[in-house]
């Protein structure tokens, strides 16, 4: 496929409910009636009893650890706990937002599940097959399609160029994309667009093999394959949760990342071998036939095996409708605008790596193979980290950003080819540790009705930023040097990464605190309302 969650070193990527602790406690909102609070099943590693309190009743404990708890109807969607403080309930903590509670106090995780757990679901084994024949053949058709870009014009602001048509159609189009995936059924969405993609490798393959090929028919194939895009991505993102169900959907997602970079590693190397050897032509030819994997995959399907979720139907204002959704959700919008821009100016791999190989190791297509299958190998690993992790957490996805910046800046300046390469892996298995957060949290917290609108966002944001950045990013390479332009991508991230964790400590009612003495951690956040007992600190962050 022509998309995964690969980040932007990928031909495309992939609830944000921050979550304090591992444990999980799933219960049903109770009415405010003044009769006990009865707890649904909990998942947690020490259960809490708050069968006896009262609601409104003021006791002992609701000073303590479990006070919002033992005063508070809970309800668990999805992903995410709200809880809403109890009449009589005193203090800061029963004065906060719905929104800030579901920061500074919700909780997203699961049961910790075996790493392949998905995968006995039939349905998913075809779809996870399918997908990693394909995924092989979209690697191998990126690293052609780039070397060819490189070899025909000699420009890094080219790749870009390509890099942003692909993902431009995801920019204007991407929100009716999701419309499209919300009303109808996406199992016949998926295999009209996996279909369509096969047929966009091919078509290149023709104008590659046949020596017709110049650069505007690249730049035209990509934007084809980003029209195709804009239905395929909410359609299969959303997709998944119908194979699986909600309780191995972050598995699911995992084992999807997992699955791509593991095509990851491949595609590279056997593309490197067909450019070096017979040119970029039969790369493209693979990727086009690699198509057949999926839509087989699809066709044997048990649809009566499917999680059955109802379909949006047609109406006017559904666009408006999923906007508003995100916009009253901080729990969602700040992580979206995070994601939107390290994929913007942070994700330019295409650019960086080709002008690092050709300009400043003075390498061929060989080495480019080699850079990415490196860059695989530490996004595999953090896909299979991921798909083992029992929660999506928001200090997870700000402290990766922010190291994903730190990582940038610092291999941007190593001294030497191999320093450059070795540093390659831990910016992918960083990289792919904030797509899997971001998107499993994002699916995991949006209403199953919504869910296709808000995904198309998501990759609205992630990936049609690109557009904006790629040539931008393109330019101070070509202009600057690549070590500067990789530099400026780290910068941003890491700036975007410490203000908006600024903000959503802001929306969750905390503060940061920073506490030198030894023994204590020493940076954290805290709760902003003087006399918070220690039991209520919320670390979004820890310390570093």
């Given at each position: ?13 992939n609830s ?7 444990e ?58 709200a ?36 995968l ?12 990693m ?9 990126r690293?052609?399609q ?169 109406s ?26 390290i ?10 790596l ?11 297509a ?16 953090g ?25 940038e ?136």
């Amino acid at each position: 496929m022509s998309t995964g969650s690969g980040a932007h070193s990928a031909p495309a990527p992939n609830s944000y409910d921050d979550t304090v602790h591992d444990e999980t406690v799933h219960a049903e909102a109770a009415p405010v009636t003044g009769k006990p609070v009865a707890s649904g099943p909990a998942n947690a590693t020490a259960p809490t009893d708050v069968t006896a309190t009262p609601v409104g009743a003021a006791t002992p404990e609701a000073t303590r650890a479990d006070a919002t708890r033992a005063t508070s109807g809970i309800r668990a969607r999805g992903g995410r706990i709200a809880e809403s403080a109890a009449p009589g309930a005193a203090g800061p903590t029963g004065a906060r937002t719905a929104a800030g509670q579901r920061i500074a106090d919700g909780r997203a995780a699961a049961p910790r599940k075996g790493t392949f757990s998905s995968l006995r679901i039939r349905n998913y084994r075809l779809f996870a097959t399918g997908q990693m024949v394909s995924n092989t053949g979209t690697w191998m058709q990126r690293i052609a399609q780039d070397w060819l870009v490189l070899s025909l014009t000699g420009s890094s602001a080219a790749v870009g160029i390509t890099t942003a048509l692909q993902f431009l159609p995801m920019l204007l189009f991407g929100l009716y994309g999701g419309v499209i995936a919300d009303r109808f059924a996406k199992r016949k969405l998926l295999l009209l667009t996996q279909s369509a993609m096969g047929f966009t490798g091919l078509a290149l393959a023709a104008l590659t093999l046949t020596g017709h090929v110049q650069v505007w028919h690249v730049y035209l194939v990509a934007f084809l394959l980003g029209l195709v895009t804009v239905v395929d991505n909410p359609a299969r993102q959303a997709f998944v949760s119908e194979m699986v169900g909600q309780d191995e959907l972050r598995n699911a997602v995992s084992l999807n990342s997992a699955n791509f970079q593991s095509a990851r590693l491949i595609g590279p190397a056997v593309a490197g071998v067909l450019i070096t050897a017979f040119g970029s032509g039969w790369a493209f030819l693979l990727n086009g036939l690699s198509f057949v994997a999926p839509v087989a995959g699809l066709l044997m399907m048990r649809t009566a095996e499917l999680h059955k979720v109802d379909r949006v139907p047609r109406s006017k204002g559904q666009l408006r409708e999923g906007l508003r959704y995100v916009s009253g959700r901080p729990d969602l919008i700040w992580p979206i605008v995070l994601v939107g821009f390290i994929g913007t100016f942070g994700f330019n791999f295409p650019i960086w790596l080709t002008a690092f190989v050709y300009h400043v190791f003075h390498q061929g297509a060989g080495t480019y193979a080699l850079f990415n299958g490196l860059m695989a190998a530490g996004s595999l690993i953090g896909a299979l980290l991921s798909a083992r992790r029992g929660s999506s957490r928001l200090r997870l996805l700000v402290g990766a950003a922010l190291l994903f910046g730190l990582l940038e800046v610092t291999t941007a300046l190593a001294p030497s080819f191999w320093v450059f390469a070795a540093l390659l892996a831990p910016i992918g298995m960083v990289g792919l540790t904030i797509n899997v957060t971001a998107n499993s949290s994002v699916q995991m917290a949006t209403d199953p009705l919504m869910r296709g609108r808000v995904m198309s966002l998501f990759m609205m944001v992630f990936m049609g930023g690109t557009p904006l950045g790629a040539p931008i990013v393109g330019w101070v390479t070509d202009a600057f040097g690549a070590r500067i332009g990789f530099l400026t991508g780290g910068l941003i991230s890491m700036a975007a990464a410490a203000l908006i964790g600024l903000i959503l400590a802001r929306v969750g009612g905390l503060r940061l605190k920073i506490d030198l003495r030894p023994g204590h951690p020493h940076v954290r956040f805290v709760p902003r309302a003087p006399g918070s007992t220690r039991s209520e600190e919320q670390e979004l962050a820890p310390a570093v």
